[in-house]
């Protein structure tokens, strides 16, 4: 017997996609965004992918806002940097405890409602797409959700705590954007060099009730997100001989498209969100340093939201994150543009 309690049966993918439909303008600026986002993996495209926004979605007025503000930021460095925005609307939780997401909440401050949670998220991303020309990324968090939001994103990351995980390897093998493996928590970098394998492998397998093949997906890539050692504290790993490391590693692997997105924040900052614009200064004079490191790198990560910051649901200061805290709105505008300049 399962100790469980089915409360409802949820639409499938194909139901809510029919609800929310992409129009046809809307799919070409997609497509258009995918094809620039893949070019910087397969090096036919030179710029600097920023993968940048809040630690997580909360309400759509506030990451709509921001998002609007990436978009007139991006046209100033455009000739440089490619920007996709994170609207990650699942959060993994260590311990299970705290909020989820707007897909488990749609409002941070009011009882789990997945269903309203599932319509909110792909209105969000439409929104964005919509109103920016931003289609995002997201983090794949339920594989068995992606595909309620596939034909939105450009881009997607599996998480610290999920990268070992068979299925959302296999389903990685089977997406056409760049899927990014982050190390996992502990920071042994061959398994995170083992899930890009896997990935760009293809796979047959169980998926949505169906038994499906995976044609295996070339632009799987490296973040390198720092770790915790046995004692529980934050080790960073994008230093000059860390990417040196990863380098070298990718040099004997035989894998595909070589990249590596740096994540700024989690164990890489020791959660000191500030000291983001440091780090990624610091990545880009190790790439000035050195071609091999250069030539690996492909971008950053970083997590930024309206204010600096971080607070509980209850306080409701627009634009600021509720889960981990986020560079503000100013000191990313200087930080982008100091990155151009640099660039």
């Known amino acids: 017997m ?75 460095v455009a000739d440089r940097i490619l920007m996709v ?49 931003f289609s995002c990324a997201d983090e794949m968090l339920y594989p068995e959700n992606h595909r309620y939001l596939s034909d939105c994103l450009s881009y997607v990351a599996v998480g610290a705590r999920s990268v070992e995980n068979q299925l959302h390897r296999l389903t990685a093998s089977g997406l056409d954007i760049p899927v990014g493996m982050k190390n996992p928590t502990g920071g042994d970098l061959k398994v995170m060099m083992n899930s890009i394998r896997a990935a760009q492998h293809s796979h047959t397998f169980v998926y949505s ?34 990417l040196r490391f990863l380098y ?35 990545i880009l004079h190790s790439m000035r340093l050195n071609d091999d490191i250069r030539s690996l790198v492909r971008g950053l990560m970083i997590e930024s939201y309206l204010e600096d910051g971080s607070q509980s649901p209850e306080e409701g200061v627009f634009g600021k994150s509720i889960t981990d805290p986020c560079l503000g709105w100013e000191k990313t505008e200087r930080m982008v543009l100091e990155l151009a300049d640099l660039l």
């Open 248 to 282: 070298e590693l990718y040099r004997t692997s035989g894998l595909k498209n070589p990249a590596v997105i740096v994540d700024c924040n989690h164990a890489n900052s020791g959660k000191q969100f500030d000291q983001q614009p440091r780090i990624a200064k610091e």
């Open 2 to 76: 399962m100790n469980m309690i089915f409360k409802r049966e949820m639409p499938t993918a194909n139901v809510i996609q029919e609800m929310y439909p992409l129009s046809e303008d809307m799919r070409r600026r997609k497509k258009e965004n995918d094809e620039a986002v893949r070019a910087i993996f397969t090096r036919e495209d030179h710029r600097f992918l920023l993968v940048i926004g809040p630690c997580s979605a909360d309400r759509e007025d506030a990451v709509l806002e921001y998002i609007g503000r990436l978009r007139r930021l991006q046209e100033k």
């Open 85 to 133: 925005p994170r609207i990650y609307t699942n959060k993994p939780r260590t311990t299970g405890d705290g909020y989820k997401g707007m897909l488990h909440q749609p409002d941070p401050t009011h009882s789990p409602d997945l269903l309203r949670g599932l319509l909110s998220i792909r209105k969000l991303h439409i929104d964005a797409l919509e109103q920016t020309g």
């Open 209 to 242: 009730g169906w038994e499906v093949q995976s044609a295996g997906n070339p632009m799987a890539h490296a973040i390198l997100r720092g770790y915790s050692s046995k004692h529980g504290t934050s080790v960073p790993n994008y230093h000059y001989e860390d």
